[in-house]
């Protein structure tokens, strides 16, 4: 029986020292017997621990690969000695090459205009070998030809040059023969073709594959459930997409109300209901609503359809009735075509028409009338996604230049006008970042009514100001804030706005704090900003809060 038990211990003792023993590390040294070749060597990066001499050996075959790349094409591999736990590879790197000469056989469209080519011979340095090469293999690959190989062949030094002719074995060139989509079948056809510009017997190759998947991250009302993926078959090509449908429509609101001493009853507060894509088209519908006591009022209903009838074109068309007080009544007519030139440039046509009603006698003191105008403008509009869970853009354009003509009771005048949005964020790192909006409005006319200037101010522009309380022919106000993420769905974010418009050149500023989080299914924006009176001075009691609460579902 002891001897049964000492047995054992022994044949677990030997395989606990075997297993130490063999997952024991191994040291790599590479050296020369000429210091002047250990200089060189002594620059080069390389792995230093290794698990068995397997790896050892692919490590000192890529060594000698890298020093063929800067030149020491003849270089050789001596011997590899083992001292313990450590191997010592010595090389001679021999004679440097500095300069190449490659013909170019066929295919030179293949190569940019950079190369100096002269009877289908490129001379550039040793360094650029590899450069050339990939640039050759990517040109195949953006025509299909995605499991062609490109290499040098016929290569000999001659007065330190090296020459050599490529052999570029082209492979079959691949078509998208079939689109399937997994996990969304509804998913718009319109968004395949425009969107991601996938077309049947369109050219497949892997830059495409990258383009999906960061062009699904730019659509809100899906996801990717994996990347994409190819099959390929002896004659076909076959793409795979996985999407899931989120849900993304939202609904913000708050609604109170109050009675006069004539004992009607008054409605506060403001909804904002916004549907996308529930007839699986892509298409959007908001409605927005808004009333602070009998100041103001606003009723505003936009909808808009992606790529209509599998096209480029998308049009858009808003309606609004504004109400100020008992002084004025303006009705507003809206409609955009645009067309995508790519999946971030689009430009297009507008249209818009605005008539304004006097809701007491003339008041010619606050200089209010009766108008219709229409104009007819230019639309330019860039975006760049960020790609976060806010759906910001790392940046964005907007531009809308238009001319038309205003009339009113016995006049007529020409106008022009102007509309401009930016904005950037610049990432400082992972957690901080800056962001920098600019909102520019231009109204050139000879003669200007007040209930046809621009109405700005509020939580969508200049924060700390009433709502729409500002009213101006000319402004332009800058909103930046630095935003520092707390979480993946959290960031805390500073507010300083500045601004300034046409009317005696006044300038508007405020600052404040803010923080915006995802939960769940809803959106969270609290905030605070105070802005500075006509007397320069700042005021709690200028604080506006600004509440954004909005569930999606």
Same mark, same amino acid.
């Given at each position: ?12 003792f030997f ?10 590390k191994?040291n790599? #040294? ?7 070749d ?5 620059e080069v990066?390389?792995k230093?621990?290794?698990n068995n001499t ?8 890529k060594v000698?690969? +890298?020093? #063929? !790349?800067?030149g020491y094409?003849?270089?050789t591999i001596d %011997?590899?000695?083992t001292?313990k736990n #450590?191997?010592?590879a ?8 500095k ?6 056989n066929?295919?030179i ?5 950079? +190369?100096k ?11 650029? /070998?590899?450069?050339?090469l990939?640039e050759?293999?990517n040109?195949l690959?953006k025509?299909?030809r995605?499991f062609?190989?490109?290499q040098?062949?016929?290569i000999y =030094? ?5 020459f ?6 082209? %492979?079959?060139?691949?078509? =998208?023969?079939k689109?399937?989509?997994?996990g969304?079948?509804e998913?718009?056809n319109s ?11 369109s050219?497949?190759n892997?830059k ?9 991250k ?12 190819i099959?390929?078959?002896k004659d076909s090509t076959?793409?795979?997409l996985?999407?899931k449908?989120i849900?993304n ?5 708050i609604?109170?109300?109050t009675?006069?001493?004539?004992g009607?009853v008054?409605f506060?507060g403001n ?6 894509n529930i ?9 927005f609503?808004? %009333?602070i006591?009998g ?6 209903i936009?909808?808009e359809i ?8 998308t ?11 008992s002084?004025?009544?303006n009705?507003?007519f809206?409609?955009k075509i ?9 430009i297009g ?6 008539t ?5 006698q003339p ?19 860039y975006?760049?996604p960020?790609?976060d869970?806010? +759906? !910001?853009?790392k940046?964005?354009?907007? =531009?809308?230049?238009s001319i038309?003509?205003r009339k009113?009771?016995?006049n007529t005048?020409?106008?022009?006008k102007?509309?401009a949005?930016?904005?950037y964020?610049?990432?400082?790192n ?10 520019t409005?231009l109204?050139n006319?000879d003669?200007?009514l ?5 109405? /700005?101010?509020g ?7 009433n709502?729409q309380?500002?009213f101006t022919?000319?402004y332009?106000?800058?909103?930046l804030? +630095?935003r ?5 769905k959290s960031?805390?974010y500073?507010?300083?706005?500045i ?5 005696n050149?006044n300038?508007?500023?405020s600052?404040?704090?803010?923080y915006?989080?995802? !939960?769940?299914s809803s959106f969270f924006?609290?905030?605070?900003a ?20 909005s569930i999606?579902f």
């Amino acid at each position: 029986m002891n001897k049964k038990i000492t047995h054992y211990i022994y044949v677990l003792f030997f395989i606990f020292f075997s297993s130490d023993f063999i997952a024991q590390k191994i040291n790599l #040294k590479i050296t020369s017997k000429s210091n002047i070749d250990n200089l060189i060597l002594e620059e080069v990066d390389f792995k230093k621990t290794h698990n068995n001499t397997t790896s050892i050996n692919s490590e000192v075959n890529k060594v000698s690969n +890298y020093l #063929k !790349n800067i030149g020491y094409f003849t270089n050789t591999i001596d %011997s590899i000695i083992t001292i313990k736990n #450590k191997q010592i590879a010595y090389f001679s790197l021999n004679e440097k090459t500095k300069n190449a000469r490659i013909r170019i056989n066929n295919n030179i469209n293949l190569l940019q205009t950079k +190369y100096k080519i002269e009877n289908k011979i490129i001379s550039i340095p040793i360094k650029k /070998i590899k450069a050339l090469l990939l640039e050759i293999s990517n040109s195949l690959e953006k025509q299909g030809r995605s499991f062609s190989k490109v290499q040098l062949k016929n290569i000999y =030094i001659k007065d330190k040059i090296l020459f050599g002719e490529t052999e570029i074995l082209s %492979s079959e060139k691949r078509n =998208i023969n079939k689109l399937i989509v997994k996990g969304y079948k509804e998913f718009p056809n319109s968004y395949l073709k425009n969107h991601f510009n996938l077309k049947l017997n369109s050219v497949f190759n892997q830059k495409k594959i990258k383009d999906i998947s960061n062009s699904t991250k730019s659509i809100q009302f899906i996801k990717e459930i994996k990347p994409p993926e190819i099959l390929f078959t002896k004659d076909s090509t076959i793409l795979y997409l996985y999407l899931k449908k989120i849900q993304n429509n939202s609904f913000d609101g708050i609604i109170s109300f109050t009675s006069k001493e004539n004992g009607k009853v008054v409605f506060n507060g403001n909804i904002n209901l916004k549907l996308h894509n529930i007839l699986n088209t892509g298409e959007k519908f908001e409605l927005f609503w808004n %009333s602070i006591g009998g100041e103001r009022q606003e009723f505003k209903i936009l909808t808009e359809i992606p790529y209509i009838f599998n096209s480029t074109i998308t049009p858009e068309i808003s309606f609004s009735i504004y109400k100020q007080d008992s002084t004025f009544l303006n009705t507003n007519f809206n409609s955009k075509i645009k067309y995508s030139i790519t999946r971030k440039l689009k430009i297009g046509l507008s249209y818009n028409t605005e008539t304004s009603s006097e809701l007491e006698q003339p008041n010619y003191i606050n200089n209010i009338n009766n108008f219709t105008n229409n104009f007819i403008g230019f639309q330019l509009s860039y975006t760049k996604p960020k790609f976060d869970l806010f +759906y !910001n853009n790392k940046f964005s354009l907007e =531009i809308n230049p238009s001319i038309g003509k205003r009339k009113s009771k016995n006049n007529t005048s020409n106008q022009y006008k102007l509309r401009a949005t930016t904005s950037y964020i610049f990432d400082i790192n992972y957690r901080n970042s800056i962001y920098i909006k600019n909102d520019t409005g231009l109204l050139n006319s000879d003669t200007y009514l007040n209930n046809e200037l621009f109405r /700005i101010g509020g939580a969508n522009s200049i924060r700390g100001y009433n709502e729409q309380s500002i009213f101006t022919k000319s402004y332009t106000f800058f909103n930046l804030e +630095y935003r520092f993420l707390t979480t993946e769905k959290s960031y805390l974010y500073s507010i300083t706005d500045i601004g300034k418009i046409k009317e005696n050149n006044n300038k508007l500023l405020s600052f404040g704090l803010g923080y915006k989080f995802i !939960n769940n299914s809803s959106f969270f924006n609290i905030g605070a900003a105070i802005s500075k009176d006509q007397t320069d001075q700042i005021l709690l009691k200028n604080t506006k809060i600004i509440i954004d609460w909005s569930i999606y579902f």
